[in-house]
């Protein structure tokens, strides 16, 4: 379980976060929607300390750590319990694939390259890429690319996975590969909070999706809760906006047929 408590993060006088809490328990999926600038990045970033909060206490495993004050050690072990996969990509251009993947292996892990090679291949059979271990990113399309960014977190086991609209940078017609992908690793039962703008994957996977705006987390709850019996008008809104297919209205919205 990861309990997340009173997460505030200003960028000079622009507060971005402002008091953010979130409980995510073993195995659970939660997804992150929201409006762009909303802060899901930031908060994101603040989970594995890529942003140092102001404010804010993560409890994971049996460590208590103040995000305000951590050590080095908390930090480093706290980004080992945590990966990222970035919207995009964030992989290095002059390695090749299997290469990327084993660098969080061996540099920060230490282990031997030999074993390092051995997981890599691992991961990257997983999302489908065993043919692509000795090519470069330029080689690749934006969905394997992506994929070669979930095997590179899958590698180092983290306890949470945290992903950042992973599919946001891509052709529409190579979103569902890199959905499909992450579904599997649903299945497997990992911790995952996932910022998304898929609606659908959202519905489908979630045991809570919370809902943020402004800096804050607006409402919560299980994707009924969320989808269908929404309860604040923001976040009405902002699915009415992005969901098409959001077509629960509460009755009193609902208006007379004109005859
Ligand atoms: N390093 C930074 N310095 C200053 N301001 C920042 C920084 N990072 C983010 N911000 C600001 O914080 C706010 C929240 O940004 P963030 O990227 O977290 O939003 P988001 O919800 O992820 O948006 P999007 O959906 O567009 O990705 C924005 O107004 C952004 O300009
Ligand atoms: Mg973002």
Known sequence: MIEIKNIHKQFGIHHVLKG??????????????????SGKTTFLRCL??????????ISLQ??????????????????????????QYHLFAHKTVIENVMEGLTIARKMRKQDA??????????VGLQDKLNVYPSQLSGGQKQRVGIARALAIHPDVL??????????????GEVLEVML????????????????????RVSDQVVFMDEGVIVEQGTPEEVFRYTKK????????????????EPKEFIKEPVI
């Not at 945290?162 to 979103?175: G, H, I, S």
Request: with cysteine.
């Open 184 to 203: 599997e690793i649903v299945k497997t039962g990992a911790t995952m909070i996932v910022v998304t703008h898929e609606m659908e994957f959202a519905k």
């Open 48 to 57: 594995n300390l890529l942003e140092r909060p102001d404010e804010g206490v």
């Open 233 to 248: 008008e923001r976040t009405r809104q902002f699915l009415r906006r992005v969901s098409p297919e959001y077509l629960y």
């Open 162 to 175: 945290l992903f950042d609209e992973p599919t946001a940078a891509l052709d529409p017609e190579l979103v």
């Open 62 to 87: 049996d460590k208590v750590i103040n995000c305000s004050y951590p050590s080095k050690k908390d930090i480093y072990w706290l980004r080992k319990q945590t990966a990222m996969v970035f919207q």
């Open 117 to 126: 090679y051995a997981v890599a291949e691992n991961e990257l059979i997983k």
């Open 20 to 37: 953010i809490n979130l409980t995510v328990r073993k195995g659970e999926v939660v997804t992150i929607i929201g409006p762009s600038g």
